[in-house]
């Protein structure tokens, strides 16, 4: 099966595959033939098998028909598309001012449950589309003054946002040019017979731009859509969007929901990783009908051989961290990640002060990676260092802290799945936090979790952890302090936890389902067999005539009719 995977960002990696979990797919199904269409900010560096698109810098050199027909079709289009972004995100295609979009019915609906503002946004999109297939030269015609034009006439009209309304031409150019970006997959030669349409199945990892080759895959040639999302795109576009001028950000906004809308309507399938992510999608218009969840999937690697020798350990009856030869030791309790305030590493701090006190001796060790906030950082070094002073044995041994920072990024740093080996406990402090990945490293490794109740943090430890408000550290050092204390029943949620892992969060369950969804996507819809008649699904009541109503009776059924008794020469047989 020859399938086109259509990502966004960074089209690095050592097999130039765009992410962790893009290169175990591909590397798992290798008796499909992916080709990899990547979507990006940076230009491609000529990956095998990747075929790349650049949206930064300046659009490609080609000069915008002249055409007046040509002009036409290009502005019918445009113009519906940014009479769409302009009416606002009320519902029902209402500006926040409560005043109607447009719309053939009252409350701006269609019976089929679209707006208006839907259609013209798909109307106006799929109509660039066909200019840039037929005339060519859409980046430059979206970067016209013409388009600038059509723009702020947009905004200008009524029932226009009030943030757009209140572009000037500062703004209005930024966000013409914003949407080339975001537009400048129409133009990709990606749709001719040898790329996108031999292709049997298009898989999207994200409803943003990098989806707009398969929707027009699906539109042109009926191509199967499959939607992946492990992030949530449009949650990612607020986030990022929050430092731009309100009238970009409301125009720019507004794009990308109702790109998603339309990208979850258009998708055969729709497999989000958790269910934080599904009830994401079903608020921007997702029908419940064509999700399926489907988990990341990890390759177990490292995490596997900790696991496995806890469960060795467990196995000869003894506690897997404290059993064995050498002198018992401290406590550990382990925070992985990376460093930023949503991680509320602060609350962490402040929660180890009082497991301290129920648990002396207990140690915290901070393992962070990848990039981080240097500023967080600081603060939470400073914060470490004021709230645990220095300790030791006696007047002849150096003090240490009981909280360590450990850069794992740093040459000569121990490897991740030996900071696991070395932890009683793992703790997620998060405030906010999308699928825990960290959390799902220690299950691998057997180890138990207190984790706070953010994202997809409950739906992930199920039972085999203790799970608890976030921003209560309170409630943190509670949990922590009471896991620390009882290694029998650390150990046995340790055991529950990696066995929940391997089997929900495995790289092999996730490429198992990934074949089967492209199985059946490629085979099609399955044919609705005819219903098979019900007994008395017809009463006695409906074919009898109704008295005082005229006109021929209905004809009885067979057996509603009275019998006739057969004669022979007049006489009863």
Same mark, same amino acid.
């Given at each position: 099966?020859?399938?086109?995977?259509?990502?966004?960002?960074?089209?690095?990696?050592? =097999?130039?595959?765009?992410?962790?979990?893009?290169?175990?797919?591909?590397?798992?199904?290798?008796?499909?033939?992916?080709?990899?269409?990547?979507?990006?900010?940076?230009?491609?560096?000529?990956?095998?098998?990747?075929?790349?698109?650049?949206?930064?810098?300046?659009?490609?050199?080609?000069?915008?028909?002249?055409?007046?027909?040509?002009?036409?079709?290009?502005?019918?289009?445009?113009?519906?598309?940014?009479?769409?972004?302009?009416?606002?995100?009320?519902?029902?295609?209402?500006?926040?001012?409560?005043?109607?979009?447009?719309?053939?019915?009252?409350?701006?609906?269609?019976?089929?449950?679209?707006?208006?503002?839907?259609?013209?946004?798909?109307?106006?999109? +799929?109509?660039?589309?066909?200019?840039?297939?037929?005339?060519?030269?859409?980046? %430059?015609?979206?970067?016209?003054?013409?388009?600038? /034009?059509? !723009?702020?006439?947009?905004?200008?009209?009524?029932?226009?946002?009030?943030?757009?309304? #209140?572009?000037?031409?500062?703004?209005?150019?930024?966000?013409?040019?914003? !949407?080339? @970006?975001?537009?400048?997959?129409? #133009?990709?030669?990606?749709?001719?017979?040898?790329?996108?349409?031999?292709?049997?199945?298009?898989?999207?990892?994200?409803?943003?731009?990098?989806?707009?080759?398969?929707?027009?895959?699906?539109?042109?040639?009926?191509?199967?859509?499959?939607?992946?999302? +492990?992030?949530?795109?449009? @949650?990612? &576009?607020?986030?990022?969007?929050?430092?731009?001028?309100?009238?970009?950000?409301?125009?720019? #906004?507004?794009?990308?929901?109702?790109?998603?809308?339309?990208?979850?309507?258009?998708?055969?399938?729709?497999?989000?990783?958790?269910?934080?992510?599904?009830?994401?999608?079903?608020?921007?218009?997702?029908?419940?009908?064509?999700? /399926?969840?489907? &988990?990341?999937?990890?390759?177990?690697?490292?995490?596997?051989?900790?696991?496995?020798?806890?469960?060795?350990?467990?196995?000869?009856?003894?506690?897997?961290?404290?059993?064995?030869?050498?002198?018992?030791?401290?406590?550990?309790?382990?925070?992985?990640?990376?460093?930023?305030?949503?991680?509320? !590493?602060?609350?962490?701090?402040?929660?180890?002060? #009082?497991?301290?006190?129920?648990? $002396?001796?207990?140690?915290? &060790?901070?393992?962070?990676?990848?990039?981080?906030?240097?500023?967080?950082?600081?603060?939470?070094?400073?914060?470490?260092?004021?709230?645990?002073?220095?300790?030791?044995?006696?007047?002849?041994?150096?003090?240490?802290?009981?909280?360590?920072?450990?850069?794992?990024?740093?040459?000569?740093?121990?490897?991740?799945?030996?900071?696991?080996?070395?932890?009683?406990?793992?703790?997620?402090?998060?405030?906010?936090?999308?699928?825990?990945?960290?959390?799902?490293?220690?299950?691998?490794?057997?180890?138990?979790?207190?984790?706070?109740?953010?994202?997809?943090? @409950?739906?992930?430890?199920?039972?085999?952890?203790?799970?608890?408000?976030?921003?209560?550290?309170? %409630?943190?050092?509670?949990?922590?302090?009471? !896991?620390?204390?009882?290694?029998? /029943?650390?150990?046995?949620?340790?055991?529950?936890? /990696?066995?929940?892992?391997? =089997?929900?969060?495995?790289?092999?369950?996730?490429?198992?389902?990934?074949?089967?969804?492209?199985?059946?996507?490629?085979?099609?819809?399955?044919?609705?067999?005819?219903?098979?008649?019900?007994?008395?699904?017809?009463?006695?009541?409906?074919?009898?005539?109704?008295?005082?109503?005229?006109?021929?009776?209905?004809?009885?059924?067979?057996?509603?009719? $009275?019998?006739?008794?057969?004669?022979?020469?007049?006489?009863?047989?």
């Amino acid at each position: 099966m020859r399938v086109a995977l259509l990502t966004e960002g960074d089209r690095g990696g050592a =097999e130039g595959r765009t992410s962790a979990w893009c290169d175990r797919l591909v590397r798992r199904l290798a008796d499909h033939d992916f080709e990899v269409y990547a979507v990006g900010p940076a230009p491609g560096k000529g990956a095998p098998g990747v075929r790349s698109l650049a949206v930064d810098g300046p659009p490609p050199a080609a000069r915008a028909p002249r055409g007046r027909a040509a002009r036409r079709r290009f502005l019918d289009a445009y113009r519906d598309l940014v009479a769409a972004l302009a009416c606002g995100e009320g519902p029902g295609g209402h500006g926040p001012d409560g005043r109607q979009a447009g719309g053939d019915q009252e409350d701006g609906h269609r019976s089929d449950g679209r707006s208006r503002q839907e259609d013209r946004f798909s109307s106006g999109l +799929y109509g660039l589309a066909r200019y840039a297939e037929q005339d060519g030269g859409l980046p %430059a015609a979206l970067r016209s003054q013409e388009a600038a /034009r059509a !723009l702020e006439a947009a905004c200008r009209a009524p029932g226009a946002d009030r943030s757009a309304a #209140s572009a000037g031409p500062a703004a209005l150019l930024a966000a013409c040019d914003a !949407l080339e @970006r975001a537009l400048r997959p129409l #133009s990709a030669p990606w749709y001719g017979p040898d790329a996108l349409g031999a292709a049997d199945l298009c898989h999207a990892t994200c409803a943003g731009p990098a989806a707009l080759p398969g929707l027009l895959a699906a539109h042109r040639l009926g191509t199967p859509l499959l939607v992946t999302e +492990y992030a949530v795109r449009l @949650r990612a &576009h607020y986030l990022g969007a929050r430092e731009l001028p309100p009238p970009v950000r409301a125009l720019t #906004s507004a794009f990308h929901r109702l790109l998603a809308a339309e990208t979850y309507r258009r998708a055969a399938l729709i497999t989000p990783g958790d269910a934080h992510i599904r009830r994401w999608q079903e608020r921007c218009g997702a029908p419940r009908e064509r999700l /399926r969840t489907v &988990h990341p999937g990890l390759d177990a690697g490292g995490f596997a051989r900790v696991g496995e020798a806890a469960e060795a350990v467990r196995g000869s009856g003894g506690d897997d961290a404290h059993d064995g030869p050498g002198p018992r030791h401290a406590p550990a309790l382990l925070w992985t990640g990376r460093v930023e305030p949503g991680k509320d !590493l602060v609350a962490l701090l402040h929660a180890f002060t #009082s497991i301290r006190a129920q648990v $002396p001796g207990a140690r915290l &060790h901070i393992a962070h990676g990848g990039p981080a906030d240097a500023d967080y950082l600081a603060r939470c070094r400073t914060l470490a260092a004021q709230l645990f002073p220095d300790e030791a044995a006696d007047t002849r041994t150096p003090g240490e802290n009981p909280v360590v920072l450990t850069d794992l990024s740093a040459p000569g740093a121990p490897a991740l799945a030996d900071t696991y080996a070395a932890a009683d406990l793992v703790v997620l402090s998060s405030a906010v936090e999308g699928f825990p990945v960290t959390l799902v490293e220690a299950m691998l490794c057997g180890r138990a979790t207190v984790s706070t109740d953010t994202g997809a943090v @409950r739906e992930v430890v199920g039972g085999t952890g203790l799970v608890v408000p976030p921003r209560n550290p309170r %409630a943190l050092a509670e949990a922590c302090a009471a !896991l620390l204390r009882d290694p029998a /029943r650390r150990a046995r949620l340790g055991a529950a936890a /990696r066995a929940r892992a391997v =089997e929900l969060f495995s790289a092999e369950q996730n490429a198992a389902a990934f074949r089967a969804i492209y199985r059946d996507l490629a085979a099609g819809p399955a044919p609705v067999a005819a219903a098979a008649p019900v007994p008395f699904a017809t009463t006695a009541e409906a074919v009898l005539p109704a008295a005082g109503i005229a006109g021929p009776a209905p004809r009885r059924p067979g057996w509603a009719r $009275p019998r006739v008794p057969a004669t022979v020469g007049g006489e009863p047989a």
